[in-house]
Each structure stands twice: as C-alpha cells, then as structure tokens.
C-alpha cells in the first residue's frame, strides 16, 4: 500500500505541536456509565445529514453519531483507520478501500460498502443541494451528477464501483495522494437504507452508526443523545448520554454551569476569562486549536470586487489593533494571526507565521492612507455581520468597529450588524445577502494546510462564502494536490496561500485556542484539536 505521505507529515508535526499543550483534564475517576451529562449547544444551520453539515454544531452531532473510514485521533489530530480495514492505492489516483467486518447502524442495518457509495453520491448530487458536495469533486463522473450548468445527467459518480460486501473502488480524476486522510471528515460517513427509503422520519430522528443514538430533538430547546450499548466499536461512550441544551447567549449558559444547572460549557465567553481560574479552578481547560477567526468578504458584490477594495480591505486589516483585542477581551486565550492556516500545522505542515506582513500589524496611519488612496470606503461605510448568539462575538466586533474608527478618525466608519441565530447568519450568507465584512471563523475539518484554504478560497468551494475567485490560486492548489513529495506539495499550498495574501481574500484576525469548563460532576474532560469535547470519553459521577 503506497502511503500519503504528504498527508501524514502534517498530521505529525500537528501531534507535536499539541504534545506540548495537552489535550486533557480533570483526571479520570471510574465515574456512573449510565449517567447523563448536560452540555451547551447550538441549533445547526441544516438538518443532520453529513453531505450537508458544515458547521460546528452540527458537526459536534454528527461526531458522536456517526463514525467512517478514519477517525481523527482525540489528542493528536492524526487520521487513523475506524471503519477501513485497508485503502490501497498504486498511484493515488485509483483507490481499493475494503470496509471492516462486523459493524452495523445502531438500527441493525449491516455498514457495507454500498453504505458508502450510496451516500457519497447522495451527497453529490445537485438534486439534492448538499453544502458539501463539493469534497466528492475529485470523484470521477462527478461533472455528470453536479453540473456547473445544466440539470445532472447521471445518478451516480462512474468513479464509484461496488466490487463486494465489503469493498469498493474509488477513480478520481486526477492524483490526490491526501484523499485517504480527509476521508474522516463527517461528508463521507456511510449511510443506513433507512436514510433513503424514509428520509423524513430519518431527518427527524437520525440514525447512525456511531457510539451515540439520537433520542429527541426539540428544536430551540434541546437534543438528547444516548449511549448505543451495542456499538462495535472501540472508542465506547463512558457515560450514558448528552443533552446537548440549546443556548442563544454562551453568557447564560456559563451562568448556568456555576449554578450547577449545566454540566460543559465548551465555549467559555470573553466575558468571563478573566474569572474563569477562580469560579473553575482545574475544571477549566484552554488548548490549542485548528481555529482561525478572520472576517470575509462579499466578492459578489461588485463594490467589494475591484482593485481598489483590495486596497480597502489591506487598509482595513492594519487598522485592527489585534494584540490589544486578543490580551483585552480574550485574555491571550487568542493570539493575532500573521497568516491563513493555525499554528498547530507547525512549519513542516504549512504554518507560514509572518506570512502576511506589514498587512496584519497595527499601522493606522497606514491604513488610513491606504483607504483614501482606494477613494475611501465603499457605500462610505462598513458594516460588520456576525452572529450574536454564541463566541462572544458581540465584543470583539465592537473592538474591531472601535479601532477602525479610530484609525480613520471617524466614529462612524464601522459599525456591527448582530443577527440573532447561528443558523440565520447561516442562512444570510447562503444566500448571499452580505454588503460587507463578516465573521468567518474557520475550524479545520482535517489536520493539512489544504483544508485551511482549498475549502475557502478555491473557486465555488463548499466554504467560500464570499465568492472568491483566483485561476492562480486554483492552478497551484490542483499541482498541490497531485504532488506525492511532501516538501513540494507544502510549498505548493504555500505559494497559493501568497496568492491569498497578495489579494486579501480575506482578513486573518487571530488564532484560537479552545476552551471549556465544566462541573464537578464530570471527570477526564477533554477537547480534540478541533475544538470539540471528547464526549464519549467524559465520566460522570
């Protein structure tokens, strides 16, 4: 089997930076395995299906329900096998994946390979309107299904073939020796029968084959998760379920937890850094994370979409006195951002620090000059969107707001637009209703660098909420892909991270750690390098 290099390098120098933080904490008491804990959560964006989720909150669900071909280790990030017993490749181009025996859903259906296949070309096809059809883009025949133009003029992706219970074949259209370590990312989990033959009940109540079960979902209110006695798997839930509380402001939530009404709080808001230490003691955590802040921008929109606006958006980054908003508001829990990617890459995985320049350090001068040279900004304003319920965003869009107005000597330059839901600042951006800057804060699906920029800057990537677009880039992230050399394949990404840089697609604000804090109820708490609680792993007592 031809290893993918590429990919693994980057994962390790990943592991190695996480090594030195640490993952975990709270100790590890024996704990009650029927025992319930209670968690604050979002409403997703989407309902459950995991072509169409491609957000954190959702995706905290569909970790704990789902399991496929890879998993992502807890601690350090690497892509190890879960479901494949074996994915085998010459050329990295021509893949035989054999599925491992002995797993089913937690309805009793067998996971075979037709459970893949069926799904990924659910998730595919422009019928049905997946937010991450794009990462089946590779897939040879997937032009026919997911036309650029035009109605789909096949079902099924021909790169895709069943060749037994437990084995099929993958084609794709060019080499991409990375493909076997993306495959843990939740777009390519397999799907029951169940999930076709009544896709609106399994929408109410999905069915997966993961550690967890759905119970309940009350939509605005709750989801209530359950440990699945019968999973076949190694990485059991040690406790007996999550309701996952749904909370519109992380403030009342925190205040929840210390009123002992709620046991994890995986988002502690700025508001409360500073007293977390003291209210918490060792039940708070706070590690890195594959986390970037920046704000995006309307590149649909023609004012945004012009050499002077390239000008304007340099000019608005050096206007943004990172350093005093991360120690003031986060209290260093951020660090300012110098490039695209995070920090937990490590320099042998992509990490550039520095990368951007005098563009992202504090130069309000400069910036002001910047601006009027462009003619100033457009519609004589900008105004900030983000969502207000959950990440304190409240506070440091008004920072921001704050320093650019001071840096423009006008108190009215900037201004910030809460929308009151996760799921409807979803919606606005989807539907592409944004006039200005908005939050875009990006959590890594997988651990590379090219997960940090083909999914946001390629052109029509799943994730590129702004629209765009840059042959330039495109052409040097299709040479990275194919390149088998892990020392070029990251210098490629690098050069188009440049490309990135030199047109400011978007504005790196700052790197984010992820933090927690939880009751005395719970032991061996943890976060995985993406942010998200290791919640078959916490122990209730």
């Given amino acids: 089997m ?24 709270g100790g590890g008491g024996s704990g009650d395995s029927g025992a319930v804990l209670s968690a604050s959560w979002g409403d997703p964006q989407n309902p459950l299906e995991p072509s169409n989720t491609n957000e954190v909150q959702g995706g905290k669900v569909l970790d704990m329900i789902f399991r496929g071909l890879k998993r992502y280790d807890p601690e350090t990030g690497e892509a190890q096998d879960m479901l494949a017993e074996s994915i085998d490749t010459e050329d990295s181009q021509n893949f035989t994946i054999t599925v491992k025996d002995g797993w089913t ?24 309107n997946q937010r991450n059809s794009y990462f089946f883009g590779y897939i040879e025949g997937y032009d026919q299904v997911h036309p650029e133009e035009g109605e789909q003029t096949a079902d099924t992706m021909s790169g895709l073939k069943v060749t037994g219970d437990r084995t099929f074949t993958v084609k794709l259209t060019q080499k991409f020796s990375t493909f076997p370590d993306t495959l843990g990312y939740n777009a390519f989990a397999p799907l029951p029968r169940a999930f076709f033959d009544d896709h609106d009940a399994w929408v109410k ?13 009350n939509r605005g209110s709750q989801m209530s998760l359950r440990k699945w006695d019968d999973y076949p798997g190694d990485d059991k839930a040690e406790n007996g379920g999550v309701d996952l509380k749904v909370y519109t402001d992380n403030n009342t939530a925190y205040t929840d937890l210390l009123a002992g009404n709620l046991d994890l709080v995986d988002d502690v808001p700025a508001a409360q850094l500073k007293n977390v230490k003291n209210d918490l003691g060792d039940r708070y955590l706070n590690t890195p994370a594959g986390i970037i802040q920046t ?4 590149f649909y929109d023609p004012a945004w979409n012009t050499e002077d606006a390239k000008k304007v958006r340099q000019g608005l980054s050096m206007a943004i006195d990172r350093k005093q908003i991360t120690d003031t508001i986060f209290q260093k829990t951020r660090t300012p951002a110098t490039d695209w990617t995070s920090p937990v ?3 042998d995985g992509g990490f550039q620090d520095g990368l951007c320049g005098e563009f992202c350090e504090f130069k309000p001068d400069e910036a002001k000059k910047l601006i009027d040279e462009a003619g100033g900004l457009p519609g004589g304003r900008v105004t900030i969107t983000f969502n207000a319920d959950t990440g304190s965003h409240r506070e440091w869009v008004n920072a921001v707001c704050n320093s650019i107005n001071n840096a423009l000597d006008n108190e009215r330059a900037c201004t910030a637009n809460p929308v009151g839901t996760f799921a409807d600042f979803r919606n606005e951006i989807t539907d592409r209703k944004m006039t200005g800057p908005f939050r875009a804060g990006w959590q890594m699906d997988y651990p590379l660098i090219q997960n940090f920029l083909q999914p946001l800057y390629y052109t029509n990537a799943s994730s590129n909420d702004g629209k765009w677009s840059n042959k330039e880039f495109d052409d040097l992230v299709n040479q990275a892909n194919q390149e088998t050399d892990t020392a070029k394949a990251v210098g490629l990404f690098q050069q188009a991270e440049e490309v990135v840089r030199d047109n400011m697609a978007a504005i790196p604000l700052w790197y984010q750690n992820g933090s927690a804090g939880w009751s005395d109820r719970l032991s061996n708490v943890k976060l995985n390098p993406f942010s998200v609680p290791v919640y078959n792993e916490i122990k209730v007592s």
Avoid: I
């Avoid at 309805?107 to 799904?119: H, L």
């Fill in 295 to 298: 704000l995006a921008f309307p």
């Fill in 2 to 25: 031809r290893t993918t290099t590429h990919a693994r390098w980057a994962v390790c120098a990943m592991a190695l930076a996480l090594a030195t933080a640490g993952c975990g904490g």
């Fill in 345 to 347: 890459l490590g320099e």
């Fill in 105 to 128: 859903f937690s309805n009793g259906e067998k996971v075979t390979a037709q459970s893949f296949v069926d799904a990924w070309n659910y998730g595919a096809s422009l019928r049905n």
């Fill in 205 to 217: 109540k999905p069915v997966g084959n993961g550690p967890y079960m759905v119970e309940s979902y």
